[in-house]
C-alpha cells in the first residue's frame, strides 16, 4: 500500500505549524534518537520528527524517563539533526534540566540549541514552568509545551494512567494550555487526556496542539517510532497503532542470518573477494 506523498520538500517551521492548524491540515510527528532512524522517517515526510526522552525507555532501557541526562539527550539530538532536511526537529528538555530555576532552564535549552542543530525545545508544565518557558522564548528559542500525563512527573501521578477525567483538573490544564499559548509555544503536547479536553483546548489556543492518547480533534498526532512499528513488546496501550511487525522481521532475519553462517552459506563465493 502506497504511503503519503511529500509535496512540498520545503523545510517545516514553527510558523508552519500555526499555518497547518490554521487551514486544517493534520501535524504528523514521530520520535526518532539516531541517524539511520531519522533519516528514514523524514524521507518518508512526516511533519515533525521529536527527539524524546523516551529514548530513557526505548534507547536505555531505563524504567521511566527520569534517569536520562541533557548530555544524553544533546548527544541523541546531534545524531537526529543531522539527518533531517525536511521535519522540524524538536528536543525533549530532559528531567531536572529546567525545574530547579528559570536561568538554569534557559542555560539548557541554549545548550540544546547550540550543539545539536535542532528547531526547538519541549518542556513537560503549566503555570508552575511559565517564567521558564517565557525565558526560553525570551532567548529566541521555540517552545512546545506538554500537558496531560507528563511522564518526567510520573512518581508523583502514581502511575501512567487517562489525566483530567476530574473537572478540576481539566480546568487547570485548560487554564495551563492558555498561559502556554499566551507565553508564545508554537504548540503543544496533549498526552492521555479525555478526547472532549483535548478538543476544548485546540479550539481555545492559537498554537498547534499535537496529541498523544487525546482523540483526533488535535492539530496533529505523535507516536514513539518504536511501538508504531511494532519494535517493542508487551506495550499496547489503546491509543497505538501497530504500522508494521518489525520485531517478528528483525527477529526472522537474524534467525536467518545465525542460519546461514552456521551452514557456511553465508559469505558465498559471490559474496567473497
Known amino acids: 500500500m502506497a504511503g503519503y506523498l511529500i509535496t512540498d520538500k520545503k523545510k517545516v517551521t514553527t510558523r508552519r505549524f500555526i499555518e497547518m492548524k490554521n487551514s486544517g491540515e493534520k501535524i504528523s510527528m514521530l520520535t526518532a534518537y539516531d541517524f539511520t532512524t531519522a533519516g528514514i522517517i523524514d524521507k518518508a515526510g512526516v511533519d515533525s520528527i521529536l527527539i524524546g526522552d523516551s529514548a530513557s525507555n526505548v534507547m536505555a532501557g531505563n524504567e521511566n524517563t527520569i534517569p536520562i541526562t541533557l548530555d544524553q539527550m544533546i548527544y541523541h ?20 534540566s529546567y525545574q530547579v530555576s528559570r536561568e538554569e532552564g534557559i542555560r539548557s535549552a541554549v545548550r540544546i540549541m547550540k550543539e545539536t542543530g535542532v528547531d526547538a525545545v519541549k518542556l513537560e508544565g503549566g503555570i508552575e514552568i511559565i517564567d521558564t518557558v517565557k525565558g526560553i522564548i525570551h532567548a529566541g528559542i521555540p517552545v512546545c509545551g506538554h500537558l496531560g500525563l507528563t511522564p518526567q512527573s510520573i512518581h508523583q501521578f502514581g502511575g501512567y494512567g487517562l489525566r483530567a477525567k476530574e473537572e478540576a483538573e481539566a480546568q ?5 494550555a492558555k498561559a502556554l499559548d499566551e507565553a508564545g509555544c508554537f504548540c503543544i503536547v496533549l498526552e492521555k487526556v479525555p478526547a472532549a479536553l483535548a478538543a476544548e483546548v485546540t479550539r481555545e489556543v492559537k498554537c498547534a496542539t499535537i496529541g498523544i492518547g487525546a482523540g483526533n480533534q488535535t492539530d496533529g498526532q505523535v ?7 511494532g519494535m517493542t513488546q ?3 496501550p489503546k491509543f497505538l497503532r501497530h504500522y508494521a511487525d518489525l520485531n517478528q522481521v528483525m527477529t526472522d532475519a537474524v534467525g536467518n542470518y545465525v542460519r546461514d553462517v552456521k551452514s557456511s552459506d553465508f559469505p558465498n563465493e559471490s559474496e567473497s573477494y
Do not use: T, W
Open 77 to 96: 539530538a546531534q545524531s537526529v539533526a543531522k539527518a533531517v532536511s525536511h521535519a522540524l526537529v524538536l528536543c525533549d528538555m530532559p528531567f531536572g
Open 172 to 176: 487547570k490544564l485548560l487554564s495551563d
Open 223 to 229: 507516536l514513539v517510532y518504536a511501538d508504531m512499528m
Open 234 to 236: 508487551g506495550f499496547k
